[in-house]
């Protein structure tokens, strides 16, 4: 049996979350992980909890959850830590590359600077003491003085040897004496100095065990003061007490220590699987090392004014409790990691596999990891007897039955979140590789229009196989044309035809069995190299996909390529790979080739046969159907995105939601095309009726594909013609001079191209 974890909203979560509607056209959300948290601070009536790519908040008295990223106006993401002053009323977030956020009455103010500052080595922000309306920011080169009210950088401190950087990791005050945690020991310096930028005017504490050694946390409590001295040898920190002007041993929390927190007449010590606590005198208090389901991975903790302890879980997100027995996990729903290796929406659900590959086919090593998301929900799992889960087929019409393709693990079988089968050579025709026998590398999985299962496998004498409805297996050795070779995805096109990338070749392989897989007499395959009309080679083919005329669009590390002619390559006709050309705008009859200089790593047709192409490095695209037009462009500098790398798109063809996985998560986009019906007995417009307050986008959705849609008064005048993108059509709620319409029902004429199909509804308009 492989050991299995579930990530489900569990039952005794006794709150009332914010639950996410379906977005509007052309607005975000967030697929982000919420359950590792990094910090805590306490905002009064709110707990924010930090997590690299974002925060979220829990209001105290109602119970809600709210999440807060790019998409509320964070400008980052990798965070380092978020911390309230209660004295400026100001929410400060740190990040890893030294940007700055300070939030404020909802609003959020930038600081760039130091992001922005030619600073030799990292420019992190560890953390931040709150002095009055300053704030002292400690920093991987030294320390930097902000102002929050005025929002602007006062001081900036190199108390290094010779005025040298120095990393520092927590600062913290007794009475007017500074002291900072550092890569090099415990330094001192009064804070009313005026000449504090002189690293001459800051004295290192020489009187403590280990004063040259590294300290990555400070505090002081009850006019004590105890800092963390880390040990990188053998991952047991000390803890020293300075009382009385003598430094002793406090504790060494047998492992790492996390972070120390000191406020309302507590302490917290956070790490190596506990939350030891002590009273303001240190005297011991409680130590917590289970919270009844869970053991704890406590990153940082705080207790706040009424007593109640609040831990930020590197897990299992926000965690507080009030008497130290139950504990609640307070943590908005996402994917338990930020990884995004495929995705795929069928079924209503987005299934999201989080493995992964290295440039050369070879193992990241990632746990096992399968993530679906459905009606506004996930479902996480984790399985740690596998690694590198990189593709993943449902049962066609049962999205709760799946299978996983892994690299080196051959397929799971997978039904209610239970593995049901694991295949591998003992019990299939899966074959593993040459020089390991144990290793079975799988990656394409196909269900074809017979719900036979099609299964890619990697470095093996049979690279194909298949399990048919029944349960049976058999293999394929295409006269050994593939045979040991590294394969990507396969997928099947409108005439039955499967193609399969091999992907560090620059070769495609296609095949049909005409619909008698069990006879490979009358099968048709070729392998076909991937070259432009000037013969040009490709070193990498990464995706393809069909668009919907028939057309098969290709990823490569130089851009996409078009096949044209896929229904005649089995036939013996050419398969050249053409590149798209856009024409210049500067009159000079030249053109330059789509994307040419960008690895396309995904690549995604909508409803209206639009191309949504992802890159390695410039973000994700939309195109025109025949991709000479750029319609949309996101990147991380123009839009949400937290990367430039997008490693996977799905579409949900019902909504038109388009899913962009990327290095660090998964955002959504809420594009205008849906799919079209084949018939229109499903139409209905959203919102109907449109209020006088409402000023988005009206949806007329469930329409045959390319619909045309007339809008006219109650008395048959013209107020508004377009045709749909796939199976819906938009309006604005203006006439087509751009006039917003009185209030009235106004009528919607749909029909298809050549009138066989018509529809007519009605939309109230309150203006």
């Known amino acids: 049996m492989k050991r299995i974890e579930y990530f489900i909203v569990p039952l005794f979560l006794l709150l009332t979350q914010v639950l996410e509607a379906q977005v509007a056209i052309g607005k975000w959300r967030d697929h982000l992980p919420y359950s590792h948290a990094i910090c805590v601070t306490d905002l009064e009536k709110e707990i924010i909890t930090a997590t690299e790519l974002s925060i979220f908040s829990y209001n105290k008295s109602s119970g809600e959850l709210s999440k807060f990223s790019k998409i509320q106006g964070l400008s980052d993401t990798r965070i380092s830590f978020a911390k309230y002053s209660a004295e400026s009323k100001v ?30 080595g990292q420019k992190r922000i560890n953390n931040s003491l709150f002095i009055d309306n300053l704030a002292y920011l400690s920093c991987e080169f030294g320390i930097v003085v902000l102002d929050m ?15 040298s950087a120095l990393p520092v990791y927590e600062i913290a005050l007794m009475g007017s004496t500074l002291l900072a945690a550092t890569e090099n020991g415990l330094y001192t310096a009064d804070r009313n100095d005026p000449l504090l930028v002189d690293y001459s005017h800051w004295s290192k504490i020489t009187d403590i065990p280990g004063a040259n050694d590294k300290f990555d946390a400070v505090v002081t409590i009850n006019n004590k003061i105890i800092a963390n001295k880390t040990n990188t040898l053998n991952a047991v920190d000390t803890l020293y007490l300075l009382n009385n002007s003598i430094w002793t041993f406090f504790t060494h929390n047998d492992g790492k220590i996390n972070s120390i927190f000191s406020g309302n007449n507590s302490l917290t010590i956070n790490g190596n699987g506990k939350i030891i606590i ?25 207790i706040d004014e009424s007593g109640t302890l609040w831990i930020a879980d590197n897990y299992h997100g926000l965690i507080n409790t009030n008497n130290y027995v139950s504990f609640d996990q307070l943590t908005p729903e996402g994917p338990y990691t930020e990884n995004v290796f495929t995705m795929s929406h069928r079924d209503n659900t987005l299934f999201v596999s989080g493995g992964g590959l290295t440039g050369i086919w070879g193992n990241t090593w990632k746990n096992g990891e399968i993530f679906t998301f459905s009606n506004g929900s996930w479902k996480n799992q984790i399985i740690y007897d596998v690694t590198d889960v990189i593709n993943i087929a449902s049962f066609p019409g049962n999205p709760d039955h799946y299978f996983a393709a892994t690299w080196g693990f051959g397929v799971l079988e997978i039904s209610d979140l239970e593995i049901v089968n694991t295949y591998m050579p003992s019990n299939s025709s899966l074959q593993a590789i040459r020089s390991i026998p144990d290793i079975v590398r799988t990656c394409g999985l196909l269900f074809d229009h017979s719900q036979n299962l099609w299964v890619t496998n990697s470095d093996v004498v049979n690279p194909v196989s298949l399990k048919n409805p029944s349960g049976q297996w058999k293999s394929f050795f295409f006269n050994g044309l593939i045979s040991n070779k590294i394969l990507g995805p396969i997928y099947e096109t409108r005439n039955r035809d499967k193609w399969i990338t091999i992907p560090l070749e620059s070769k495609l392989f296609v095949f049909n069995d005409n619909q008698t897989p069990e ?12 070259l432009d009309p000037e013969g040009r080679n490709f070193n ?70 639009r191309k949504w192409i992802g890159t390695k490095e410039a973000g994700a695209f939309l195109f025109s159907e025949d991709g000479t037009i750029e319609i949309k462009g996101f990147n991380k500098t123009n839009s949400p995105l937290p990367s430039n790398w997008i490693t996977s798109i799905a579409i949900d063809e019902k909504t038109g939601e388009v899913f962009l996985g990327t290095d660090s998560g998964i955002f959504s986009y809420r594009g205008e095309a849906t799919t079209g019906s084949d018939e229109m007995t499903d139409v209905y417009v959203f919102p109907n009726p449109v209020r006088e307050n409402y000023n988005g986008p009206i949806t007329i959705t469930g329409l045959v594909s390319g619909a045309n ?46 009138g066989s199909k018509t529809f007519v509804t009605k939309i109230l308009f309150i203006n």
């Open 91 to 120: 929410l400060l977030v740190a990040y890893n590359n030294g940007n700055l956020d300070l939030i404020q009455n909802n609003q959020v103010f930038n600081l760039s600077d130091i992001y922005r500052a030619s600073i030799p």
């Open 540 to 609: 990498k083919i990464l995706c393809l996909t069909q668009d919907q005329d028939g057309a098969i669009w290709i990823g490569t590390d130089l851009g996409p390529l078009v096949i044209y002619n896929p229904d005649e390559v089995l036939s013996g006709g050419e398969a050249i790979a053409q590149r798209i050309k856009i024409p210049r705008n500067d009159g000079s009859g030249l053109a330059d080739y789509l994307l040419s200089t960008e690895t396309v790593t995904s690549i995604v047709i909508d409803g209206a046969n």
């Open 149 to 163: 009210n005025k929002r602007e950088f006062k001081d900036t401190y190199y108390i290094g040897e010779n005025g």
């Open 519 to 530: 006879i490979e007499s009358d099968d048709l395959f070729r392998l076909i190299p991937i």
């Open 709 to 754: 849609v007339k809008i006219t008064d109650i008395s048959g005048n013209l107020i508004y013609e377009t045709n749909a993108l796939g199976g819906q059509a938009i309006w604005d709620g203006t006439t087509s001079y751009g006039k917003r319409v009185s209030t009235g029902v106004y009528l919607v004429f749909i029909s298809n191209e050549d």
């Open 278 to 302: 002590y009273d303001e005198n240190l005297n011991f208090v409680k130590e917590l090392n289970q919270y009844g389901w869970r053991t704890p991975d406590p990153m940082h903790s705080i």
